[in-house]
């Protein structure tokens, strides 16, 4: 809990957000916050025209975006009293997605009032904080990303992003925690997440071969089937598949991302 990680933060954040992003299709390069609403001005180190319509994003250089990032979010979630890497987690979710939204999936993880609003008894509650709360929060951010209309779109980058973050997370809380060999936990959290990946894929295979007819297995279809039924059946089994299969991807993703953690990535 200190505001030396702040630089930290931002510097993992940044590099993220990249340089001038002109992309008509996203709404937050916009001043109106909708495509087409407004003036496309674009995003730059993260700082968005749909967050700040009055700014020349264009020319902002990165002494210009600090204090805008320590003042709109890093103030905004109480960054210098959270546990090392929970701070981290909501930084970059509140930067990504607005402090507001970052603070109530923080606060209902940590059962607090979730009221997007930092004081007392968030911080009381986050003072806990550690790797599942770090894991949790990113699973709910991941939740809301996959609800945007842009989701199509962004998932890849985004999915990468937040697996990104929470091995960077949790290396940054393990690193605070006296005795704990921080290399050998990563390499735990990459161990599950990998076996957790190939669990997801059999199931989704199984059930895909079950939801299609057993193609392959020898399984026989009824002899006068309702074909509404069947259907109905074939399409809910394809689509728990498709489930399971995003659900593999994602947890091949965090372990590629705790892999790279440890490498010093």
Known sequence: MTSANFPECLS??????????????????????KIGKGTLKGTKYGISAAAFPDLDIRNLTLDDVQPIYKARYWDEIGGDTLPDGFDLAIFDYGVNSGSARA???????????????FGPITRTKAATAGTREIKALCTRRLSFMQSLA???????????RVAKIEAKAVAMFLRSQPGVNAKAALADEASKAEKAAGTLRKAGAAIAVSASGGAGTGAALPAEPNLWVLGGVMVAGLAVAG??????????????????VMAGG
């Not at 209902?108 to 609003?117: F, L, N």
């Not at 842009?150 to 990468?160: F, L």
């Not at 489930?243 to 790279?260: F, G, I, M, T, W």
């Open 12 to 33: 993992i954040t940044l590099a993220s957000e990249g340089g001038l992003s002109l992309e008509r299709t996203d709404p937050g390069n916009w001043t109106g916050g």
């Open 103 to 117: 603070l109530r999936d923080a606060q209902t993880v940590i059962g607090a009032p979730a009221d997007g609003k």
């Open 150 to 160: 842009i989701w199509k779109t962004y998932r890849k980058g985004w999915s990468a």
């Open 243 to 260: 489930v399971l299969v995003v659900k593999a991807v994602r947890e091949k993703e965090r372990a590629r991302a705790y892999r790279e």
